[in-house]
């Protein structure tokens, strides 16, 4: 079963979405098998965002992930990559439909709210970078 990797921000965790947010996916039936709330290190958010080291707003990137607790999650499902950065929205909140994450509590592209994992690759570094394999448990619904 596909995974990914979605992290509320600290904007989104200083806003008190994180319910609202979970409620999302558990309401499209994605299952969550992995979360924790932290505080990540410079180091962690430099790795994290490597691809976007060379650009103009890397350090603002990283001061911004670090300045509060973020909710890292791991979520389980058929097309759950795909499908969460649908939910999501655009990076630019400019640019997300209402209705996406994004779209509908966000303003700026800086403080987005979440990231999420945008293809397999990515997401299996993710996931390996933010939880032991021992921090992910799978289960059946049995009630
Ligand atoms: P995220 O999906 O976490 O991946 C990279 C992040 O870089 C992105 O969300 C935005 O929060 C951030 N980002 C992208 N473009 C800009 C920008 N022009 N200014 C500040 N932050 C940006």
């Given at each position: 079963m596909e995974k990914t990797f979605l992290m509320i921000k600290p904007d989104g965790v200083q806003?008190?979405?994180?319910?609202?947010?979970?409620?999302?996916?558990?309401?499209?039936g994605f299952q969550l098998i992995g979360a924790k709330l932290i505080q990540i290190t410079k180091e962690?958010?430099?790795?994290?965002?490597?691809?976007?080291?060379e650009r103009p707003f890397f350090g603002e990137l990283v001061q911004f992930i670090t300045s509060g607790p973020?909710?890292?999650m791991v979520w389980q499902g058929h097309n759950v990559i795909q499908l969460s950065r649908?939910?999501?929205?655009?990076?630019n909140p400019l640019d997300a439909a209402p209705g996406t994450?994004?779209?509908?509590?966000?303003?700026?592209?800086?403080?987005?709210?979440i990231h999420g994992s945008d293809s397999p690759e990515s997401a299996a570094r993710e996931i390996a970078h933010f939880f032991k394999p021992e921090e992910l448990l799978s289960y059946e619904r049995s009630i």
């Open positions: 806003r008190q979405l994180i319910g609202k947010i979970v409620q999302r996916f558990e309401d499209k962690q958010a430099e790795y994290h965002y490597a691809e976007h080291k973020v909710f890292a649908t939910m999501m929205g655009k990076t994450i994004r779209g509908d509590f966000a303003v700026q592209t800086g403080n987005n709210i």
